[in-house]
């Protein structure tokens, strides 16, 4: 059974900066066969994707509303993947969670991820 455990959130001002990260265990093989997607959600509201990476591929997805303030990468040597984030906006602000499925593509909607993280609160202040 996969396990996902997200760390890094806080409390930041409006144009700073955070890198989530999301470690993994227990994955059939090795995190290579599975794509990990970031997603965030806000009280009464759904869980939005806001990036994936795909890591058998490499390639990575971007919402249009955090392209080029957040980057999606991998480390080298640890079933860990990171979100960097800059330019905070207050916006920003939800629970951020992290999510695993066994795919060589990227996969955005939330429906079909099949194991999660249990979130970590990001707040930005104006």
């Known amino acids: 059974q996969v396990q996902l455990v997200e760390s890094g959130g806080g409390l930041v001002q409006a144009g700073g900066s955070l890198r989530l990260s999301c470690t993994g265990s227990?994955?059939?093989?090795?995190?290579?066969?599975?794509?990990i997607g970031w997603f965030r959600q806000v009280p009464g509201k759904e869980r939005d994707s806001v990036s994936c990476?795909?890591?058998?591929?490499?390639?990575?997805y971007y919402s249009d509303s955090v392209k080029g303030r957040f980057t999606i990468s991998r480390a080298s040597t640890k079933s860990t993947v990171y979100l960097q984030m800059t330019s905070l906006k207050p916006e920003y602000t939800a629970v951020y969670y992290c999510a695993a499925v066994m795919s060589h593509t990227i996969v955005i909607p939330a429906t079909l991820y099949d194991f999660w993280g249990q979130g970590t609160q990001v707040t930005v202040s104006s």
């Open positions: 227990g994955f059939t093989g090795t995190m290579d066969y599975y794509t």
């Open positions: 990476l795909s890591n058998s591929e490499g390639d990575t």
